[in-house]
């Protein structure tokens, strides 16, 4: 159950039904299959040629199979650390057999043996706890704020742990990630997340990205500065909760959607689930995106502020928690106190 999700408004009725689909065809899939079987044939491949002492098409092999992996969306993590333990190994071993004579510079090229210089897209502000970058540079931690990396990194939140980010898109963006998160910046304006609850703030006008789920994506926009709190449902799907300002979501081929402060939906594979509106004054005191690192963010008063208002406006109301999205047709909802008159 999400610690962040309160609902406060009539429930009518506690039995809504969705329905998911996993969107599928028979060619996506064919072309994923094609794609995993080059990438596991470059993989085998980059092993027997480093056996052979072929330490350059060795190198060459891992790296083209990284670079195919970038377009697999269902890429298993470990078929990466594979890739990358095998490229490690490899150029490691040529490095030896240079030293050795065994190999010239020329004929092993040193673009081969460094990694090309990581560009520093992506702006630490806070971190704490245990945060792991893997991807198309070494891997390495996050340890303190002012460290940056590149765009396509893969970020891995652990447990009580967190992170904060600055980073460009359309717009300014900045970024907090909690709760075993997992997600991955692939190019400005693009949010990939696998697994975990975020706040995402865009600071400026026009603001625009999109967010993609293991089932769902979703592009939000905003005329003018906002808010929203995310999080991945089991079934792959998204809820949000917008916090400040008026977004906008879109998707191919349905009605735009629009969320004022305090409303909450879940983006399911295909569709939406009914609007129900949150508590603000519960959830800004309760969520750990909020709450748990050592600055607030920038806009907390405003938070509270509009807390306030929708507290003044709001004349009953039942506290309510809206957890998960349970099975395949209906989320968890569970009434914490009887209803109170203001």
């Not at 996993?22 to 996506?28: Q, T």
């Not at 190019?187 to 006008?205: F, K, M, P």
């Not at 295909?270 to 607030?296: C, N, Q, V």
């Amino acid at each position: 159950m999400s610690r962040w999700s309160f609902f406060s408004g009539k429930v009518r009725s506690l039995g809504f039904l969705f329905f998911f689909f996993v969107p599928s065809s028979f060619l996506f899939c064919f072309a994923g299959e094609n794609l995993r079987s080059e990438i596991l044939f470059l993989l085998q491949r980059g092993h027997e040629l480093a056996d052979q002492g072929e330490f350059v098409p060795s190198i060459s092999a891992f790296n083209r199979a990284l670079g195919l992996l970038r377009h697999d969306e269902k890429a298993n993590p470990l078929l990466r650390e594979r890739i990358e333990k095998g490229l490690r190994i490899s150029k490691g071993r040529a490095i030896v057999a240079r030293y050795k004579g065994e190999l010239t510079n020329a004929s092993l090229g040193e673009d081969l043996l460094v990694n090309p210089v990581e560009p520093k897209n992506i702006k630490v502000s806070q971190v704490f706890g245990s945060v792991l970058l893997r991807g198309e540079f070494d891997p390495r931690s996050l340890t303190k704020s002012g460290e940056a990396f590149g765009f396509g990194r893969r970020v891995i939140v652990s447990s009580k742990s967190g992170i904060e980010l600055d980073f460009p898109g359309k717009n300014n963006f900045n970024l907090r990630a909690v709760d075993a998160a997992s997600f991955t910046l692939p190019s400005t304006g693009v949010l990939d997340a696998h697994s975990g609850a975020y706040l995402l703030r865009a600071d400026e006008d026009d603001a625009k990205i999109l967010l993609q789920a293991p089932f769902a994506e979703v592009e939000v926009c905003g005329g003018k500065p906002f808010t929203v709190m995310i999080g991945i449902t089991t079934n792959g799907g998204l809820k949000m909760i917008s916090l400040l300002g008026e977004v906008e979501l879109r998707r191919t081929g349905e009605n735009l959607l629009k969320l004022r402060p305090g409303q909450l939906v879940f983006v399911l594979p295909k569709g939406y689930s009914r609007k129900m509106y949150i508590e603000l004054s519960t959830l800004i005191a309760t969520a750990d995106l909020l709450t748990i690192f050592e600055e607030p963010p920038l806009y907390y008063k405003r938070l509270k502020t509009e807390a306030l208002v929708q507290a003044l406006r709001t004349k009953r109301r039942f506290r309510t928690v809206v957890g998960d999205v349970k099975g395949r047709d209906s989320f968890e909802m569970k009434v914490l106190q009887e209803d109170q008159k203001k």
